[in-house]
């Protein structure tokens, strides 16, 4: 079946990093814009970068600087590189993503991975 399939997550001390992947997996035919969300314990979810089908990004301010997202579409995965962690970026990582899954039907279906933890103890 189509999923998408997150990967990467685990737990690093403050200052450390992580890479993040996310693959739409199955009988895929097309992946649009892609996203990375998170979810503290107790806090919304809210959106940390999304990466676009034209290559463009957009992040989170918090985390400019520090946190690079890119995708490989021959592969139709995209990572996110998280660079010089902090503890508030702990929580539960989500990837969000529109997945074409049938041929010659191009509307976009509205895709969720189960989430991965992340965890930057101080």
């Known amino acids: 079946q ?4 997150e990967s990467g ?5 403050a200052g450390g990093s992580l890479r993040l992947s996310c693959a739409a997996s199955g009988d895929v ?3 649009e814009n892609m996203h990375w969300y998170r979810q503290a314990p107790g806090k919304q979810r809210e959106l940390v970068a999304s990466v676009f089908r034209d ?3 957009n992040y989170l301010p918090s985390v400019m600087g520090r946190f690079t997202i ?3 579409n021959a592969k139709n995965t995209m990572y996110l590189q998280m660079d010089s962690l902090k503890p508030e970026d702990t929580g539960v990582y989500t990837c969000n993503a529109g997945l074409q899954i049938y041929y010659r ?3 976009l279906y509205d895709y969720w991975g189960r989430g991965i933890q992340v965890t930057v103890s101080s």
């Open 2 to 5: 189509v999923q998408l399939l």
């Open 105 to 107: 039907d191009y509307h």
């Open 29 to 31: 035919f097309g992946v």
């Open 55 to 57: 290559g463009g990004t």
């Open 9 to 13: 997550g685990g737990s690093v001390q």
């Open 70 to 72: 890119s995708r490989d």
